[in-house]
Nanobody, 125 residues
Framework: QVQLVESGGGLVQPGGSLRLSCAIS????????INWVRQAPGKGLEWVSF???????SYSDSVKGRFTISKDNAKNTLYLQMNSLKSEDTAVYYC???????????????????WGQGTQVTVSS
């Protein structure tokens, strides 16, 4: 059974940092590409970051230079280090694996084969 469990969200002031984790079971992240996506209140899903099987990374323009995606293959866990947080980063953050044949940086729920329950990140003073 596949499970993705996000953690690490919370309330942080603008300019602050958070580190999100995504513990994965049911498949091996060393063999798969994984994304972070987010959904702000009243808005659609937004792709945030990608990490490939070999460790190649990509970021949306909105987070480039502030967020860093990484993974620990031994722990089968994905991370998202978020620095210089802004109010517009407020959202529920999800880790997810896209379906084969879908866009690697999809922002469509139906193109994700697996994802977790999400963790809330609130950036506010």
């Amino acid at each position: 059974q596949v499970q993705l469990v996000e953690s690490g969200g919370g309330l942080v002031q603008p300019g602050g940092s958070l580190r999100l984790s995504c513990a994965i079971s049911g498949f091996t992240i060393s063999s798969e590409s994984i994304n972070w996506v987010r959904q702000a209140p009243g808005k659609g899903l937004e792709w945030v970051s990608f990490i490939g099987r070999g460790g190649a990374t990509s970021y949306s323009d909105s987070v480039k230079g502030r967020f860093t995606i990484s993974k620990d293959n031994a722990k089968n866990t994905l991370y998202l280090q978020m620095n210089s947080l802004k109010s517009e980063d407020t959202a529920v953050y999800y880790c997810g694996k896209v379906r084969r044949g879908s866009r690697w940086n999809s922002n469509r729920r139906d193109e994700y084969e697996y994802w977790g329950q999400g963790t809330q990140v609130t950036v506010s003073s």
